[in-house]
């Protein structure tokens, strides 16, 4: 059983940054390609960024150049710098494996509102 839990969430003004992580618990051998992704009310969960074994990265174009996507392997630990925040990146965050993902985490609350 692996276990994610996400953190780093709160009320932003528009402009602000918040600096989300992901720690990774229980039977993982590695975290291998991870990602974060949001779900905003009445939407479907939508991927936001990735980030494979090797330290590359994609993201999706609503987020591209705002938002970075970091690991820390020894950690078992992912991480979100979101800048430049918009009310529309209000949302919940999760992350997880990109392929084959493990149970989900309860996710934490971004919110961007003056």
């Known amino acids: 059983q692996v276990q994610l839990v996400e953190s780093g969430g709160g009320l932003v003004q528009p402009g602000g940054s918040l600096r989300l992580s992901c720690a990774a618990s229980?039977?993982?051998?590695?975290?291998?390609?991870m990602a974060w992704y949001r779900q905003a009310p009445g939407k479907q969960r939508e991927l936001v960024a990735s980030i494979n074994s090797s330290g590359s990265t994609n993201y999706a174009d609503s987020v591209k150049g705002r938002f970075t996507i970091s690991r820390d392997n020894a950690k078992n630990t992912v991480y979100l710098q979101m800048n430049s925040l918009k009310p529309e990146d209000t949302a919940v965050y999760f992350c997880n494996r990109y392929i084959r993902p493990w149970n989900w985490g309860q996710g934490t609350q971004v919110t961007v509102s003056s």
């Open positions: 229980g039977m993982i051998f590695s975290l291998g390609y």
